[in-house]
């Protein structure tokens, strides 16, 4: 199974007001493991930065002005993502600034049932806490003392960690599909126990065994003599 651990950052809240993504990093994870593989870019939004944007994530004219334009990296972006699941962290966000993207270049919309929310997921698992990825790192343990600013590709990577812990840690519990059912049901099961090196001592006395078969032998008719 192939999930895509995804985040951006962008020059405001709104891309109906004119605000642009310029920055996406995505984390591939194959069986809710990472394989290494990343996508990761920078983008000329084409419009200046506002001051509070600048404040989340650092990413200023000067440093974006050469950077390629959405529609230069459109394409790659859509191949690394393909139609597997989308994990993200307040998915409505991203999700309506990948979308308006994609509008303005005439290109097919992600479909927003590809996008897993894990704010939701986290919220549903802890009503009334805390969160955000911050509070959600604390609480699972996950090191995210780099994380001075917001950075797509780094909180890929610390939701990825955070995403395994929200659907039960890295030890994902007794389900099998059919084949791996199938393979266990074919698997012998050894029933030899390993012989002890030195045989314990009894634990009765000799009396006591002679106490014990003497009663045995007042039973009538007992259940395991009747059976052959």
């Known amino acids: 199974m192939r999930e895509i651990v995804l985040d951006t950052e962008t020059t405001g809240f709104d891309p ?23 996508f990761h870019v920078y983008i000329n939004p084409e419009r200046s930065m506002p001051a509070g944007a600048f404040e989340v994530h650092g990413l200023g004219d000067e440093f974006l002005k050469d950077k390629p334009k959405f529609a230069e990296i459109v394409d790659d972006f859509l191949a690394f993502v393909g139609s597997d699941p989308m994990i993200i962290h307040n998915a409505s966000f991203d999700m309506k600034f990948l979308n308006a993207e994609l509008k303005w270049l005439n290109k097919p919309e992600l479909p927003w049932k590809q996008a897993v929310d894990t704010l939701d997921m986290a919220r549903k698992k802890f009503p009334g806490a805390q969160n955000s990825l911050d509070a959600l790192c604390r609480r699972f343990s996950v090191d995210n003392s780099n994380r001075e600013l917001h950075g797509a590709l780094l909180d890929s990577e610390l939701l990825a960690e955070v995403y395994l812990e929200l659907i039960g840690g890295r030890q994902q519990g007794m389900s099998f599909d059919k084949a791996d059912a199938e393979a266990v049901r074919n698997t012998p099961i050894s029933t030899v126990a390993n012989k002890r090196p030195n045989e314990l001592p009894p634990r009765i006395s000799t009396a006591e065994k002679e106490a014990h078969d003497a009663f045995i032998e007042t039973l009538k008719e007992p259940l395991w003599k009747t059976l052959n």
């Open 16 to 38: 109906l007001s004119g605000d642009r993504i310029v920055e996406i990093g995505a984390v591939e994870l194959v069986n809710h493991l990472p394989t290494g593989e990343t």
